[in-house]
């Protein structure tokens, strides 16, 4: 018995923590919506979870990579709930240019500071084209059958995004993209 307490006691078994992964990205979500870019850092959001600041690197080599997963996630979701129920073309686009507006919404005072953008332009130059082929696979889907649909579909992909960006009204700028579906 003394035997078995005192050995038993000296052994540490490491802390199981279930759905880490999860519990850090909802964290630093909530951190960098709440607090901001600069506020939200690896050591902040592993004290939140309980989580040691070593594991957190395990799963997140950076600030950047952290934030850049859950962005991830949320871009995937506000695409997947592009519907095409009824096939009507301006459905579809008026779908997409939501979902671009609703995503950069959510993240309007991450797009605004300085410090993120010098953080994230490094990448930005590599995800763009990632971006436009999303989006020109949705667009594909609008469109009739053209010789130069890959090229159409990115041309849209490129103008629904800049004129998201800019807050340009869908109504303004349906009639132009309606003529090159």
Wanted: hydrophobic share 40%; glycine share 4%.
């Amino acid at each position: 018995q003394y035997y078995y307490e005192h050995v038993h006691k000296r052994i540490d078994m490491p802390k199981i923590i279930i759905n880490a992964r999860e519990e850090i990205l909802k964290e630093a979500k909530r951190q960098l919506l709440e607090n901001g870019y600069s506020a939200t850092t690896i050591r902040s959001v592993a004290k939140a979870t309980g989580i040691a600041t070593g594991t957190v690197y395990n799963y997140f080599p950076s600030k950047d990579m952290l934030l850049a997963s859950f962005m991830m996630e949320d871009w995937k979701e506000k695409l997947s709930s592009v519907t095409y129920n009824s096939g009507d073309k301006r459905e579809i686009i008026q779908g997409i240019y939501n979902a671009i507006i609703s995503f950069s919404n959510k993240y309007e005072n991450l797009f605004k500071d300085k410090e993120a953008l010098t953080a994230f332009n490094s990448s930005l130059g590599d995800k763009h084209p990632i971006l436009i082929s999303q989006l020109a696979s949705l667009v594909m889907d609008a469109m009739a059958d053209k010789d130069d649909k890959e090229f159409i579909s990115s041309f849209i992909a490129e103008s629904l995004l800049s004129w998201a960006m800019r807050g340009t009204d869908f109504d303004r700028i349906y009639g132009i993209i309606e003529k090159l579906l």
